[in-house]
């Protein structure tokens, strides 16, 4: 089988093959990515026992508001964090959870009803602009706020009513990484606070995970090298994982200029599977659980139209054939795999920039802190 992403020549997989045993024992520099993304267990670890009691306390607090309503506002990574909070927080606590729309308010200034509501802003720096005012605004209308924030010192921290910090460390690369997972965490300490379905315990386990997943850099580091000329790709998962699917997308794009294009499994039957051809590459984020038979069938699906498959999936899981599979070590059970599945697409996306020859601490046209309104 030959390689056809986006018409490239025929070559490309003989090209790779040829090179990959001098590519496997070279080791590119160390980029700031690549630091950060070995940092997570540590941070994770930090941020929990740094907010654990924090979480206790805003429980009680929460209790006598009674929030009816939670309403995440972020852009960015910051976004697709939000995205995996709607559903933990909606799984876990039965409250309606919204993604804000800041147009709504920075553009078009409609006053909401924010009265028993949450308004919870994510954002690394805490200087999104629009970010702030959609926060500003809520309270301004009745709405409890909250900052999730890497920056103590920030815009969104003084703006809000209470925050909690990301202990990620100062963020040096572009690409966020330890800030994202950082803010999963987060989250999760909020779901403990709202609800009784996640548990501090569980929680704390998290960081082993991330570490655990770490262990598969040798192996994606050969693996990569198969996808040297991959312009197009899909990412696909379903639920609890949803929110990395974007992310792993956004990391392909903005660090490998993959055109790289994020959906639900379920979303993915209706039109763009018509995308698919031979060797079309699309990524599963298929981990045990509720999600996983849908994805499955589509795995199946995607095999009988010969498409470039890569499975992220457990060790225990039975796939059905896919050109590859990426193994998660550990049991993790499904609610908690978000934060362990991301990290093997961090190190993909990271290792997939050296051998393109790519920078990724310096993506053209990018920064850390973007300011919109």
Not at 35 to 56: C, G, S, V, W, Y
Not at 63 to 86: C, E, H, K, M, P
Not at 226 to 252: D, Q, T
């Amino acid at each position: 089988m030959n390689f056809r992403f986006c018409h490239i020549i025929a070559h490309c997989r003989e090209f790779a093959h040829s090179n990959r045993s001098c590519c496997a024992t070279i080791a590119p520099p160390m980029s700031l990515m690549m630091e950060e993304i070995r940092e997570q267990p540590e941070a994770l670890e930090r941020t929990f026992k740094a907010e654990r009691e924090h979480a206790k306390e805003f429980s009680r607090f929460a209790r006598r508001q009674g929030f009816r309503l939670i309403v995440l506002v972020a852009r960015g990574t910051s976004d697709n964090a939000a995205t995996f909070g709607r559903y933990l927080l909606e799984i876990t606590t039965g409250i309606p959870v919204s993604l804000a729309a800041p147009s709504v308010h920075t553009l078009y200034h409609a006053p909401l009803d924010f009265h028993r509501a949450l308004v919870i802003g994510i954002s690394q720096s805490g200087e999104g602009t629009d970010i702030n005012r959609v926060l500003g605004s809520a309270r301004r209308q009745g709405a409890t706020t909250l900052a999730i924030t890497n920056e103590r010192s920030s815009t969104m921290a003084r703006l809000a009513d209470d925050a909690f910090l990301v202990r990620a460390g100062r963020q040096r690369s572009v690409a966020a990484t330890k800030t994202y997972t950082g803010q999963l965490m987060l989250l999760y300490l909020l779901a403990a606070a709202l609800g009784s379905h996640v548990t501090s315990a569980s929680i704390s386990e998290i960081p082993g995970w991330a570490k655990q997943a770490l262990a598969l850099e040798t192996e994606l580091r050969e693996l990569v090298e198969r996808y040297r000329y991959m312009r197009v790709c899909a990412v696909v998962a379903r639920g609890i994982n949803y929110a990395n699917a974007f992310e792993l997308a956004l990391k392909l794009m903005e660090t490998c200029y993959v055109v790289a294009e994020r959906f639900s499994s379920a979303d993915f039957r209706h039109g763009p599977i018509a995308l698919v051809e031979r060797d079309f590459p699309v990524i599963l984020l298929m981990p045990p659980g509720k999600a996983f038979r849908d994805l499955k069938r589509l795995a199946e699906r995607l095999g009988k139209l010969r498409a470039e498959t890569i499975a992220f999936s457990s060790h225990g899981a039975r796939l059905p054939p896919t050109t590859r599979a990426v193994r998660i070590p550990g049991e993790i059970p499904e609610i908690y795999s978000p934060i362990p599945y991301i990290i093997p697409g961090q190190l993909f996306t990271c290792l997939l920039a050296g051998v393109k020859g790519l920078d990724p601490d310096n993506p053209r046209s990018l920064q850390i802190v973007t300011r919109t309104v």
